[in-house]
T-cell receptor, first 116, second 111 residues
Framework: DADVTQTPRNRITKTGKRIMLECSQT?????MYWYRQDPGLGLRLIYY???????NKGEISDGYSVSRQAQAKFSLSLESAIPNQTALYFC???????????????FGEGSRLTVL | GNSVTQMEGPVTLSEEAFLTINCTYT??????LFWYVQYPGEGLQLLLK?????DKGSNKGFEATYRKETTSFHLEKGSVQVSDSAVYFC??????????FGSGTQLTVLP
């Protein structure tokens, strides 16, 4: 089983619908992240959480919200989806405690979202 | 602000050719530098890293040296294989304790 699991893996929805992407991890890491990947733009950070009570906006948080339900679960919501939110979304975890600049990110397999 | 600039792709090489993918960064302080690889249909995974100037990261035949004077971290491999076909991302970890990624370089290796 994957250490970082994302559901759903693929989703097609319509403009204006509410969508939730879920992420769960078995690595025991405190830190979790949501990125989106667009061709030619690389990965851009949407939100990140360093523990259950700590939620931070990334560079492109507008139109998104998150919930950290437990140490192992971090969900991303699109309250009213729009076509330019069509992208590949990745959840990632890390354990950077004690050495903030040397940690590695562990990624899920991605959730491909298409908004029509 | 902080940013990463990496060589645009796509890059197409024949098997056993030499590979270089350029990466330069703009950051304050002394970031750690990373190369991640994304194989088709998968998430990103760490390929190699370097945490201080002049460090060389290496893995699976790939190497990259942290050059502070040129703010670069170019990825190299002496002889690529078809199985190296993937998207490669340069990234750095700065004071905000997050990773900033480059735009990715698609590599295709032909037999």
């Amino acid at each position: 089983d994957a250490d970082v699991t994302q559901t759903p893996r693929n989703r097609i929805t319509k403009t204006g619908k509410r969508i939730m992407l879920e992420c769960s991890q078995t690595k025991g890491h405190d830190r979790m992240y949501w990125y989106r990947q667009d061709p030619g733009l690389g990965l851009r950070l949407i939100y990140y959480s360093f523990d259950v009570k700590d939620i931070n906006k990334g560079e492109i948080s507008d139109g998104y919200s998150v919930s950290r339900q437990a140490q192992a679960k971090f969900s991303l919501s699109l309250e009213s989806a729009i076509p330019n939110q069509t992208a590949l979304y990745f959840c990632a975890t890390s354990d950077l405690s004690g050495r903030p600049n040397t940690g590695e990110l562990f990624f899920g397999e991605g959730s491909r979202l298409t908004v029509l | 602000g902080n940013s990463v600039t990496q060589m645009e792709g796509p890059v197409t090489l024949s098997e056993e050719a030499f590979l270089t993918i350029n990466c330069t960064y703009t950051a304050t302080g002394y970031p750690s530098l990373f190369w991640y690889v994304q194989y088709p249909g998968e998430g990103l995974q760490l390929l190699l890293k370097a945490t201080k100037a002049d460090d060389k990261g290496s893995n699976k035949g790939f190497e990259a040296t942290y050059r502070k004077e040129t703010t670069s971290f170019h990825l190299e491999k002496g002889s690529v294989q078809v199985s190296d076909s993937a998207v490669y991302f340069c990234a750095f970890s700065g004071s905000a304790r997050q990773l900033t990624f480059g735009s990715g370089t698609q590599l295709t290796v032909l037999p």
